[in-house]
């Protein structure tokens, strides 16, 4: 078998060299047409970020710009070219271009973001300033739920303020509608698109062509007093990936192999081709009214439906970790500690033919009035009301042929190929409907299986505030002071069923009516495979029959949390000799409330209680913002601050069971093990430094170095060892006594933490700001070093941060004159540990591999004519194909995960008017 080699690494800069290089040939070229046609841009000095300039790229720069400028906080803002129009499909891939912000992609879309190094944990996001619930297991917002064509920008804040009730450790993420008032004119937007995927339809059935609508409309009444945003995006966008998924890689030891002791094999591995379609439909309203100076009025509403189909289609081949004999050398080969290439003889294959399906609805509603009942004092009323529920639906459909050891069995040879993954060659064609039936092929008890996990995720929150404006020429120049209340449940609840075909058969043969064809795994030389629909199976072909282990009953929760926060932020307007100095200082006192009510095992045997555990406490939470605004349109900023994350809502589950240890020999000592959720889990802590240097050339430029620094003062890590007494507990009917009844419980805990330090640096610059022959150019460029260390267990070795990667990169180059825009863009980002969907549909922690993403984009606006308002738009993500790779233990070996998703076209159009 021939096997072609290739540092991944190489390949993926030979990708952005090669993409870098023809986009900039043609921006050059787009230049010299647009010099060639006379137009004119329009200037506008709104400095709102929430005001939307119809000019395009540069405004949108311009716009971010100056909100980052005017802001009392170190943050970042990327704000909408024009209505309906942020410059990337998704707003998680707009912020992921942000200095120190970065994107994990989930089925190759940037949907959840690590901020600083941290995970989307440990940063809160907002909708109009008001804390949302998610959809996920945990508290981390997925991204993709909020159209960005119903979005006017979004605002990371790095440093708190006192009045920001819902804040994390990492930071918050602001997502802003339009204030229709603010905007202050009439307009109604259209637009279009239609999108492709060029690795084209991978499963039979599937489609690779999708397409968006987005409309918005905004309008004033009563002579301004009375305004309305309205808006409604609709999405179909199909998705394919090859995946390949290896079950992990045991040693094979000292044996007859004559190998090495501690050489790796493979144990086995399920590639599959998947293709999917989202379709979202999301609605917004905003209703804003002012009939005085003194009284201002607001409701805003936010709806989304999310359906997520995939069709998951390929061959699980258990290898080494099965009856499968692998023949020893020469005909395996060992290269760098690891059998390379061999041939597996007696190899079951089991034919899958999978369906994942997520119906999600978002839904957010609040309200607002604001009072200046004296000329001094001002009071605020803000409610509002968020819900996720969120239901899965999980069908896996075996077939082989034959159930258990009886049909035939393959003779699988296997080498290993680009970036560690494995190609093969087998000697049975599994794509030959004669041969393959549904079954159980792996004796595994069952011919399927069938789970739908599901959450709901409720918020409520009422915010009291007022300020009050001190008399004179004070360097205190008004408090704001209030208090805030948030009441959150989330519910997780997870039902599994065996499938078994009916009446006990052993086999039956897949329906023709079911038959879709074939799915073609040649890029992993495994042919094709046979391809059906199983849906249509259930209650049918397939009886269904409960898993009733406790394993399963202990995965369903419930986490209740009750939260007041008293607050109070003093502002600060002075000068410092000769320096002007703004910004403030203040505190926040924080008591939680939290339980959680859960099933457990009672002892060793599958009894089942409910248990109801939880605690409560209080933390002060200072902080301190200050800007000293430098001649010469220069900043520096310092800030301070004292920062909490509520602990993993998973984490902090009720539920526990008991496992007895039967060996012979006990391997710790004990029979007697626990493991738990922890419902009395404390925050993490950081204490915060923050200092900045920007550097304003105008609206148009900017550069800025920061550096931040956070001491954890507390960390929660997944496993914390501690005896517990077994007494009373039922010893399994059989199993050797316990030579002590103290046992080793493991739960989520409470260590000392570590730190996480960076550094941040950022430029926007046009580039006529030097060379005026290059009007028109410009680029957008930020680098983010960071580190940390976590020690959480004396005595064992420090550990970073989940989802820190030490080196990220954002760079975007663009063109934008006389109507034509262009612009390439990429980001990187190093290494990192990230949380992904394992088995069981439970959370599982990786080495994924570093990734460069390059996208790009080109487009028309009319300036004039009867096409006035109109722009057309072309744009390519993923240039290069950028694969997606997890490793085990960082062991560039043992590469678990491997997925390729293609390049996704898409062309399309906005009018307003």
């Not at 990337?88 to 089925?107: C, F, K, N, T, Y």
């Not at 489609?207 to 918005?216: D, I, K, Y």
């Not at 409701?299 to 692998?326: M, T």
């Not at 009323?381 to 968020?386: K, P």
Request: charged share 20%; glycine share 10%.
């Amino acid at each position: 078998m021939n096997i072609h080699t290739q540092s991944r690494l190489g390949v993926s800069r030979a990708r952005l060299l090669a993409g870098a290089v023809s986009s900039v040939a043609l921006l050059a070229a787009m230049s010299g047409t647009a010099h060639a046609q006379a137009a004119s841009t329009t200037e506008a000095s709104d400095k709102d970020v929430e005001t939307i300039v119809v000019v395009g790229i540069r405004r949108g720069i311009e716009n971010s710009i100056n909100a980052k400028k005017t802001l009392g906080v170190i943050a970042e803002v990327v704000s909408a070219e024009d209505i309906g129009k942020l410059p990337d499909v998704s707003i998680a891939e707009s912020l992921a271009r942000l200095p120190g912000v970065a994107a994990q992609r989930i089925d190759g879309r940037a949907s959840q973001l690590s901020v600083r190094g941290l995970g989307p944990d440990y940063t809160t996001t907002l909708l109009n300033g008001r804390e949302q619930v998610s959809v996920g297991d945990n508290r981390g917002v997925e991204f993709d739920q909020y159209p960005s064509e119903l979005l006017g920008g979004a605002a990371v804040y790095k440093t708190p303020t006192a009045t920001l009730l819902a804040q994390g450790v990492a930071g918050t993420v602001d997502l802003q509608t339009i204030r229709p008032l603010k905007f202050g004119r009439r307009q109604f937007a259209v637009g279009a698109r239609y999108e492709q995927n060029d690795l084209g339809a991978l499963n039979a059935g599937t489609s690779e062509n999708g397409n968006r609508v987005s409309l918005a409309y905004i309008d004033q009444f009563m002579d301004g007093k009375l305004g309305i945003a309205l808006g409604y995006a609709h999405m179909e966008s199909p998705y394919q990936s090859n995946r390949y998924e290896a079950w992990g890689y045991p040693t094979v030891g000292t044996n007859s192999f004559n190998v090495p002791p501690g050489t790796f094999v493979i144990g086995g591995v399920k590639p599959y081709a998947l293709s999917g379609n989202i379709t979202r439909d999301g609605y917004m309203g905003v209703i804003e009214f002012q009939p005085t100076e003194t009284l201002s009025l607001s409701v805003d509403g936010y709806y989304s439906k999310f359906n997520d189909e995939q069709v998951l289609r390929g061959i699980e081949l258990p290898l080494w970790w099965s009856g499968a004999q692998l023949q020893p050398p020469p005909t395996a080969k060992v290269t760098n500690g690891i059998i390379s290439a061999g041939i597996f003889n007696g190899v079951k294959g089991i034919i899958r033919n999978d369906i994942r399906a997520r119906e999600a609805e978002l839904a957010a509603l609040a309200g607002k009035v604001e009072w200046q009942f004296s000329p001094k004092d001002t009071i605020v009323f803000d409610l509002s009301w968020s819900k996720g529920d969120r239901t899965d639906t999980d069908i896996e459909s075996y077939s082989g042929t034959g159930r258990g050891s009886a049909g035939a069995t393959d003779n699988l040879a296997f080498a290993t190929a680009e970036a560690g993954r494995l190609v093969f060659k087998p000697s049975i064609n599994y794509g030959d409907y004669n041969t393959i039936s549904l079954t159980d092929p792996g004796g595994w008890g069952q011919a399927g299986y069938y789970k739908s996990p599901g959450t709901v995720d409720e918020l409520n929150t009422l915010k009291i505030a007022a300020k009050h404006e001190f008399s004179g020429d004070k360097a205190i120049k008004s408090v704001d002071y209030g208090i805030g209340y948030s009441d959150r449940s989330k519910e997780k609840t997870v039902n599994e069923w065996f499938l078994d075909l009916a009446g006990g058969a052993n086999s039956v043969a897949i329906p023709t009516s079911a038959r879709v064809g074939q799915t073609n795994l040649s890029w992993l030389g495994l042919g094709n495979v046979v391809s059906y629909d199983p849906r249509g199976f259930l209650g049918s072909i397939y009886s269904l029959r409960a898993n009733t282990a406790a394993d399963v009953a202990i995965k369903s929760w419930l986490v209740e949390e009750t939260l007041i926060t008293a607050f109070a932020k003093f502002n600060i307007d002075t000068e410092v000799g000769s320096v002007p100095l703004t910004g403030d200082f203040g505190v926040q006192v924080v008591n939680t409330d939290q339980s959680s009510t859960a099933r457990g095992r009672s002892n060793s045997t599958a009894t089942l209680v409910t248990k109801t555990e939880g605690t409560d406490y209080t933390y002060v939470l200072p902080s301190m913002n200050l800007s000293f605004n430098l001649e010469n349109d220069a900043k520096i900023r310092v800030a301070l601050a004292r920062t909490l994350s509520r602990p993993r809502m998973d984490q902090m589950n009720a539920a526990f069971s008991y496992s007895y240890d039967s060996s012979i020999v006990p391997n710790r000592g004990t029979r007697w093990f626990q493991n738990s959720g922890n419902p009395l889990l404390q925050p993490i802590l950081a204490q915060a430094l923050d200092v900045s240097y920007e550097k304003y050339f105008g609206r148009r430029a900017y550069f800025a170095v920061a550096g931040f620094y956070k001491n954890l003062e507390s960390w929660i890590v997944d496993s914390v060892e501690r005896p517990f007494d077994a007494t009373g507990l039922i010893v399994p009917t059989g199993a050797p006594a316990s030579p002590t009844n103290i046992g080793i419980a493991s739960s989520p805990g409470n260590v000392k933490g570590g730190f996480i330090r960076g550094l941040e640096f950022t430029a926007s610059f046009p580039f006529d700001q030097f060379v005026p022959a290059l009007e028109g150019f410009g680029a957008n460029f930020s680098a983010t070093y960071n580190d940390s260390s976590i020690k959480p267990i004396a005595g064992q070795p420090a550990t970073k941060v989940p989802g820190l990667s030490e080196q990220i990169f954002n760079t975007s180059v663009y063109y934008e004159r006389y109507g034509f825009q262009a612009r390439l863009s990429n980001r990187y980002r190093s290494d990192f540990t990230g949380s992904v969907v394992a088995f069981g549909a439970n959370l599982e922690t990786r080495s994924i591999q570093a990734e460069s993403v390059l996208d790009g984009q080109i487009g028309y606006t009319f300036q004039s004519g009867p096409l006035n308002n109109l722009s057309i738009l072309f744009q390519v993500n993923n240039i290069t194909d950028e694969p997606f790779t997890t490793l085990i233990n960082d062991d560039e070996r043992l590469v678990k995960d491997y997925q390729e998703y293609g390049r996704t076209f898409l062309v399309g159009v906005n009018y307003k008017f």
